[in-house]
C-alpha cells in the first residue's frame, strides 16, 4: 500500500512539474558585490564584505530564481582607505543614515543564452526598478549566479562630484552558494 501511494504521488509530481524549490543562504562569503567607479583620471575598485540573503529555486529553472538581498553599506570597501572613508560619508552612501541596501528580485526571464534578472534595487532610501543581464545554474546542491553591469549612481540621489566622478557605476555580482 505504502508503495502505491508513494507511487501516485511521484507520478502526480511529475505530471504537474511541480519541483520543489532549493533555499540558499547568502553571506558574505558566497555572495560578492563589487563596484568598479571611474573618473576622468582613471577608476576605483570596490565593494562590500556583509552582504546577508537568502535565495529559493527549483532546480534546473533559473527563472524560478528568488532573491533577498541586504547589503552592509557600513562594510564598503576600496582600494584607497581614503576613498573608502569619502564613500561612506553623505557626499555618497550615507552610511550613518542609510546603513542597508537592498534588492528584490521580481521576475527572472530567459534572454538567449542568460538570463534578465528585475528587481527593486534600494539605496539611499530611494528604490528603483533595475534589470540585468546574468548567468544563472540551479542544481540541488547549488546556485550559481554571475553578472556584470552598469547601474547610474544619480537615479539613487548619489549626485557629489558631477563632471569629476562618472555617474554609471559598473556592479560585478558572484555568487555561489551551496546547500
Known sequence: ????????????????????AEDFTLTGDNTKIEFIGTKPQGKHDGGFKTVAGKATAKVGDPTSLKLE?????????????????????????????????????????????SYTVTGEMTLLGKTKTIAFPATVAVTANDL???????????????SFGKGKVDDQVTLKVNLKAAK
Open 69 to 113: 538581498v541586504e547589503i552592509d553599506t557600513a562594510s564598503l570597501y576600496t582600494d584607497t582607505p581614503k576613498l573608502t572613508a569619502h564613500l561612506k560619508s553623505s557626499d555618497f552612501f550615507a552610511v550613518k543614515d542609510f546603513p542597508k541596501a537592498k534588492f528584490v528580485t521580481t521576475k527572472v526571464e530567459k534572454a538567449g543564452d
Open 144 to 158: 550559481k549566479i554571475s553578472s556584470k553591469f552598469q547601474i547610474n549612481r544619480q537615479d539613487f540621489g548619489m
Open 1 to 20: 500500500m505504502r508503495v502505491m501511494i508513494a507511487a501516485a504521488l511521484l507520478a502526480v509530481t511529475a505530471l504537474t512539474g511541480t519541483a520543489l
